[in-house]
Every structure is written in structure tokens, then in C-alpha cells.
């Protein structure tokens, strides 16, 4: 399982190939998105290793022996329930929404993924959601 | 305080729509005056309990529910079973003209709901509104897990659909 600092090295990877697409003009806003996505999900993963919930690998296969659940939850799903649950998260809960949304639309290529597929929803991506969760996760030292 | 109520509340005496509407406006007083019945005053304390645990924060509204006090979950469940629940769940987005339909399927622990709107484009202030409403109804489930999706009216392939029920459907 990955360590605080491999998730750190991994979301800032990240956030530069993002950025390397983004800027000075959108060359991909579909990678945009998906990338800013994945950045995002290693600083929270990074952020939970200070928190009891600990890696979320661990996390989430304990989760799956423990509720017995007849239909599991996808990790995103779970990594969504435990920031809309934790006040030292909730404050980016939409962010982390508008990421993910944009993600499986592009990945899955979703019907109505043209929707999002422009500059402007990958700039904001980037800009205001993923910005915002770092902030968020810095102001309460978790990263 | 919860066993008393479990034997007095219904569905039909407490407005949860209304009050979800109110409590998003920060209407704390007309969301309590949302709670109807004859047993308004004991549930009324119930919701106040909570209205002191409860915030406006940015956009959206903060309930504050800790692992050890499930009573707001309890107290949701015990009056409302699951089709009452996807009923009230569908209620506190139907206000939005722009919400044009809604499907849902129930399994034993998931729930998910697709919601169609109809905009041209994604819009992030709106969608923040929709997703301040979702962490409400995710709180009023509870033991499940909800996902819900958003498709744009004019771009969905309806055969995504096939399976769910329809629970709403503008006009």
C-alpha cells in the first residue's frame, strides 16, 4: 500500500501533466479532466493516512468483509461517502462530485459526454475544483 | 425521546420536503412550522436537536451526524420505509424546472438514481445545488449506499435505462 509520500509524488505528477495540457491553450480536455480527477483522488488518499481511516485500499476491503454487502460500492463511491461524512472533508464534497461526474463521463464516453467535452468545464476542473481540494486538505495540514 | 416518537410519527406528519426546502434557505422557523400532526411538538424537538447541529455552509446545508448519534438517521428510517424514502428523495429535486426526469432502482444495499436535466451545458452553480440536496438524502438513508447520476435530457440513450423505474417525469 502506498505511503503519504508516494501519494503525494503521484497527485503533483499529476497535477503537472494536467497543467502541461491545460495551459497556455486546452490541448485535451478530455485528459484535463480525467487527470485532475486522479491527482485529486491521491492527495485525499495522502490526507486519509493521517486519518483513522488510514489507507484506503485497507479501508475498503475491510469495509467489503465486514458489511457483507450483497452489491459493493465502487472505491469512488466509498472515498464520496467518507468526505460528505467527515466536517474536515465536506467542505470539498462538491468539488470532488464535479470531478468525478466529468471523469466517468469521459472515460466511459458516456451519452451526453459532449456535454462536458469543452475548454471551459476543464479549466474550471482544474482550476477552481481540484485548487479547491488541495487548499481545503492544506488549511487543515493534511497535506 | 426516539421510542416515543417511533409510535407517534408517520410519512404523512412531517413535511420532510418542505422542510429540506426551508432548512436550505435557512429558514429555520418555517421549517419547523413544515412539521405537521399531532404529535407536531414532539418531533419538533426531535428536528430542533438537530437544527442546533446544523449549518449553512457555502452553498449547501451541514448536518452534523457522528457515528455515535445515528438518531437523525434513525429517526428518518423509522418513520419512512424505502418507498417512502425514494419518494421523499425524488420530492427534494423535483422543484428544479430543469429537472425533467427521474429514474431509480432499489437493491437490498444500493441505490441509484439517474437524473436528466435539461441544460445545454454542465453548470457548476446548479450542480452544487443538486449536490447540497444529495448529501441530504444520502443522510436520510440509511445502511445503503446511493449514486447518482446526472444525464443531460437531450443526449441520453434511453436504453441505459431499461431496468429502472421511473419515478418522476415533468408534464
Redesign the interface.
Known amino acids: 500500500m502506498a505511503a503519504f509520500n508516494e501519494h503525494m509524488v503521484q497527485a503533483e505528477h499529476n497535477e503537472e501533466i494536467a497543467d502541461i495540457l491545460l495551459n497556455p491553450d486546452c490541448t485535451s480536455p478530455t485528459w484535463v479532466t480525467v487527470i485532475a480527477f486522479y491527482s485529486a483522488i491521491q492527495y485525499i488518499e495522502a490526507a486519509f493516512t493521517k486519518t483513522p481511516v488510514g489507507h484506503l485500499e485497507q479501508y475498503y476491503a475491510d469495509l467489503r468483509k465486514k458489511?457483507d454487502?450483497?452489491?459493493i460500492?465502487s472505491k469512488h463511491?466509498v472515498m464520496e461517502?467518507i468526505i460528505?461524512g467527515d466536517?474536515k472533508f465536506?467542505?470539498f464534497?462538491?468539488c470532488y462530485?464535479?470531478l468525478r461526474?466529468?471523469s466517468e463521463y469521459f472515460r466511459y464516453l458516456?451519452?451526453?459526454y459532449?456535454?462536458?467535452s469543452?475548454d471551459k468545464?476543464a479549466r474550471?476542473c482544474f482550476e477552481?475544483s481540484l485548487q479547491k481540494i488541495k487548499c481545503d486538505l492544506k488549511a487543515n495540514n493534511f497535506i | 425521546m426516539l421510542n416515543g416518537l417511533e409510535q407517534s410519527c408517520s410519512a404523512s406528519n412531517i413535511g420532510i420536503y418542505s422542510f429540506i426546502q426551508f432548512a436550505l434557505l435557512g429558514e429555520l422557523k418555517k421549517a419547523t412550522e413544515s412539521i405537521k400532526g399531532q404529535r407536531r411538538h414532539n418531533a419538533e424537538g426531535t428536528l430542533l436537536k438537530y437544527f442546533t447541529d446544523m449549518g449553512i455552509?457555502?452553498?449547501?446545508l451541514?448536518i452534523?451526524t457522528s457515528e455515535e448519534d445515528q438518531a437523525w438517521r434513525r429517526f428518518t428510517r423509522m418513520m419512512i420505509d424505502d418507498n417512502m424514502l425514494i419518494y421523499q428523495s425524488l420530492e427534494a429535486f423535483r422543484i428544479y424546472n430543469e429537472i425533467s426526469e427521474i429514474y431509480y432502482s432499489l437493491?437490498?444495499?444500493?441505490v441509484e438514481f439517474f437524473i436528466l436535466i435539461d441544460k445545454?451545458?454542465?453548470d457548476?452553480n446548479f450542480?452544487?445545488e443538486l449536490?447540497?440536496i444529495?448529501?441530504i438524502v444520502?443522510k436520510m438513508w440509511d445502511g445503503k449506499?446511493l449514486?447518482f447520476h446526472?444525464?443531460?435530457t437531450?443526449?441520453?440513450?434511453r436504453s441505459?435505462l431499461y431496468g429502472y423505474h421511473i419515478g418522476f417525469k415533468r408534464g
Open positions: 458489511k454487502l450483497k452489491h460500492p463511491t461517502y460528505a466536517p465536506t467542505s464534497y462538491n462530485r464535479d461526474i466529468g458516456r451519452p451526453g459532449t456535454y462536458f469543452n468545464f474550471q477552481d | 455552509n457555502g452553498d449547501y451541514d452534523n437493491e437490498d444495499d444500493t445545454e451545458e454542465y457548476f450542480m452544487h449536490f447540497s444529495e448529501r444520502k449506499y449514486d446526472y444525464v443531460p437531450n443526449y441520453i440513450d441505459i
